[in-house]
């Protein structure tokens, strides 16, 4: 562990000490951020009512759009002088939201970080080829500098020009590769497209987050690049990479959550309820030791659940995978979908690979959505399939024909929905190209 003793500290201090930031937050933002006390006087909560963790509940939310009404520094508790970086959100969902740090933030951010690394199997003296793209993101430089805190020395390469990934990661041995899952994927894409062999390779974990992903890419990586592969995840608004970390050899039990800085909640998407652990609902978090532009109860409209695992040594709480944004939720004929649940069909099938992407469309009033999911090299080839195929040659190829009725079922059983399905030649897919990929191509309302 790289902090042993707040990693496993016994959950009364950790609320004892989560209660003492949490007080002294709510009054320095009551009395720095005129957001804050308009809206703590309009929920008719005044600080001397917040004496403990247990009282987190009383206050209200803060919600994305309130950041961007706040444009771009109103939130800041602090002098804009006394701000050593500025960093923007992705702006996956609409315009970036800006965040703000001071040195004590990014000491913190740095350290949540390297505790992450740590977590998942990076050592001081490795080398760390960080693929996140640098620049206002806070994926890249994040990651940078907690790993440098950590003892590891980075390989700065940013996202894209994948050649040269390729050739850097061989050339310079690194241990440990970082970036999105789905540009890990292009990257082991590329090697097995280009016959390289693995053992000319040195790399041993992948730290990967950004996107949701699930357990299907994970196989498919820690096969393709000989890695285990783990999950980070982190937003801008709350600091960034390294809110929280799955842990080697506990992969599938969910992330830790460095729970002395940041405090989680699941509450229901419709009436902003508390729910209890294991219950899932949208992640809201409290920033309880930044300092520059810390943030109550912050809607990250990201779908989880929560849950303590007592039997380990690490006694913070984890948070299970994301299963996406509330936002992206398909509505299809009525039934919830997240792509992630198609995604962790592909699982069971050897004959695909974990590219794939949605595409839901509208036949008069009803909707369609079809999956376009890759083949790999191996089953195509014993195929010998020749140019490409399609849905016709499915039907008269008996193997790919019997791989989509079982794969259509399977889809159907876990999402309670009939998909239409399209195998598609290996390499036909387009791949990430360093960034968040987009899975789904809603043509609904185009
Ligand atoms: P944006 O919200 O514009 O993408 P950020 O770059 O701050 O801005 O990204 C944060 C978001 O990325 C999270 O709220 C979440 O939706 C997603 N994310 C980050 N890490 C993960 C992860 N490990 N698994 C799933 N989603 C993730």
Not at 55 to 72: A, G, N, S, V
Not at 176 to 204: M, R, W
Not at 341 to 361: M, P, R, T
Request: proline share 4%.
């Amino acid at each position: 562990m790289y902090q042993k003793e707040i990693e496993t500290l016994p959950l009364e201090k950790l609320r004892k000490l989560q209660s003492e930031r949490l007080v002294k937050l709510v009054n320095r933002v009551y009395k720095t951020v005129p957001f804050y006390k308009k809206q703590l006087d309009l929920h008719g909560v005044h600080p001397k009512d917040i004496t403990s963790i247990e009282d987190l509940h009383k206050l209200p939310f803060t919600q994305k759009t309130d950041i961007r009404d706040e444009y771009p520094f109103g939130f800041l508790t602090v002098p804009q002088s006394d701000l050593s970086r500025i960093h923007c959100s992705s702006g996956t969902t609409g315009k970036p939201t800006v965040v703000a740090y001071t040195q004590k933030d990014l000491a913190i951010f740095s350290e949540v970080v390297a505790r992450s690394l740590k977590a998942a199997g990076a050592k001081p003296g490795m080398k760390m080829h960080n693929a996140y793209g640098y620049g206002l993101f806070t994926g890249g430089i994040g990651i940078h500098y907690g790993a440098e805190k950590l003892g590891m020395s980075v390989i700065p390469v940013s996202g894209g020009m994948t050649q040269r990934q390729i050739t850097l990661l061989k050339d310079f041995q690194s241990e440990v590769i970082c970036c999105t899952p789905s540009y890990a994927q292009t990257i082991a894409h590329e090697i097995e497209k280009q016959g390289l062999d693995l053992a000319d390779f040195n790399l041993k974990y992948a730290i990967l987050g950004a996107e949701p992903w699930t357990d299907a890419i994970r196989q498919d990586l820690e096969s393709s690049l000989g890695v285990k592969a783990t999950n980070i995840y982190g937003l801008s608004e709350v600091i960034g990479p390294g809110v929280s970390q799955e842990a080697l050899g506990e992969e599938n039990t969910g992330c830790y959550v460095w729970e002395d800085h940041f405090y989680p909640e699941i509450v229901d998407k419709h009436t902003g309820k508390p729910l209890p652990y294991g219950e899932e609902g949208v992640l809201v978090f409290t920033t309880l030791t930044k300092e520059a532009m810390p943030f109550l109860r912050y809607w990250t409209n990201d779908i989880c659940s929560l849950s303590y695992d007592h039997s380990i040594s690490r006694t913070h709480i984890k948070m299970s995978g994301i299963k996406g944004r509330a936002d992206d939720m398909l509505i299809i004929r009525g039934v919830n979908l997240f792509h992630t649940q198609v995604e962790e069909v592909f699982n069971h099938y050897d004959e695909l690979s974990a590219h794939y992407q949605l595409i839901v469309s509208k036949k008069g009033t009803m909707d369609i959505v079809q999956i376009e999911v890759e083949t790999t090299a191996d089953f195509q080839q014993e195929l010998l399939f020749s140019t490409g195929f399609t849905n016709d040659d499915c039907v008269k190829n008996e193997s790919l024909s019997k791989l989509t009725k079982k794969l259509g079922k399977k889809i159907k059983d876990s999402t309670g929905l009939s998909m239409q399905i399209q195998l598609k030649p290996y390499d036909s897919i387009k791949k990430s190209n360093g960034g968040k990929i987009q899975r789904i191509k809603d043509l609904r309302h185009a």
